[in-house]
């Protein structure tokens, strides 16, 4: 093997590290809003756990965060709680960071 193909291969399993890495972060911050929204809907136990997975899900639906927003917004609206878009937007951003320092202090 060359070293240019030696090369290659290192920025391979950089790239699959860095994805494996943001995918854990998003994964993560999506529990942790699907906890806190579970909180705000009075939900606890059992049922906080199945929102928060049903939040993680969420994600899978739509490239990006907007599907995440989206459900956790419906919920927001359908449930009359007085959260704000912006609200809930800040909490997905802060708590990106959240799941950032946890996933990264992991490795």
């Known amino acids: 093997m060359t070293t240019f ?12 590290h860095d994805q494996e890495t943001l995918f854990k972060i998003g994964a993560r911050r999506n ?3 699907g906890q806190w929204m579970a909180g705000e809907l009075g ?7 199945a929102y928060a997975k049903a939040v993680i899900i969420s994600d899978f639906e739509k490239p990006g965060d907007e599907d995440v927003f ?4 419906a919920d ?29 202090s992991e490795s």
């Open 5 to 16: 193909d030696k090369r290659g291969k290192s920025f391979e399993a950089k790239y699959a």
């Open 31 to 33: 529990k942790l809003l």
């Open 43 to 49: 939900l606890d136990g059992a049922d906080a756990e």
């Open 70 to 73: 989206e459900k956790v917004w």
């Open 76 to 104: 927001v609206q359908s449930k009359g709680l007085s959260l704000s878009e912006d609200q809930v937007r800040k909490q997905m951003k802060d708590l990106l960071e959240t799941a950032r320092d946890q996933v990264t």
